[in-house]
């Protein structure tokens, strides 16, 4: 096939959003914005060998190119609508077009996202998706609105990924079924994007955990010129994790939780008042929301253990230019 028969074959699919006045098949796509909205672009990009094994099943990578725009799209409290995606194919094998392109659009028919345009080269595999959303005007959430006395809150777990990846690469040894199910949250995370619309009302600001807790939330600290007390104790994660967090590989384990990155869940901070609608808000999406520390009014990042003392230090975040893979 040729890029166009690929496209075609795979990528061109009707959609029932009457918004999109041109999609697939021309040289730039045509939406009409909802009225009364402000619209919220986000791009990522992954990469054979940096963000994904070369053996991770096509579907999966269908998958996660487009689940984590759609968590950027969860924390500014936007509903994700269109997307264009652009591939670097070795080549054009049709049965590993048809996985990827079936997991893709599975994700986005769940959202209710069209995929309305792109391109496709030949290259060494990677992707880079750009998404759309949309929220009412003056009402995205944003980094910079945290504030003193805020309780800081997670949803989900954190460090599944981290620690998946971590037995992949030998580092250490998990049992099957624990293995299989950490690896699910690498490979298919499940972007929190009703939370996210559902906060827009009771968080001051909120983010997704991409490159670790601590790089992220420093992300809030910085935009919103306050500090953070977290409790390490408070932090959801796996019972695996928990376990190894007691042990000889406390080390690995603290990096798995504070800074492993690709969480994507949503971190956000909302006033002491909140906390009853939030607690109320988790029975009704069935995701578990943790409350795990306070921003205060100073600067700088504190992380209390077990016996609430300072951790003497903090595990770096993420760094495309300097740490290995991360999926």
Known sequence: MNEFELIRRFFSRPTADGAVRLGVGDDAAVVAPTPGHDLLLAIDTMVEGRHFFANVPPATLGHKILAVNLSDMAAMGARPRWALLSGTLPDSDPDWVA????GLFALAERYDVSIVGGDTVRGSRSFTLAIVGEAPVGCALTR???????????SGTLGDAALALAAMQGHITLDSTTLTALRTRLEMPDPRVALGVKLRRLAHAALDVSDGLIGDLGHVLNASSVGADVELPLLPCHSALKTLLNGANRPLALRCLLAGGDDY????????VARDALIALSHELALP??????????????????????????????NHFSNGLRP
């Open 265 to 272: 869940e949503l971190c956000f901070t909302a006033p002491p």
């Open 289 to 318: 929301l943790t409350r795990i520390g306070v921003i205060a009014a100073a600067s700088g990042l504190t992380v209390f253990d077990e016996q609430r003392l300072p951790l003497p230090s903090l595990p770096a975040a993420y």
């Open 99 to 102: 996985a990827f392109s079936g």
């Open 144 to 154: 910079s609105g945290a504030q003193a006395g805020d309780d800081i809150w997670v």
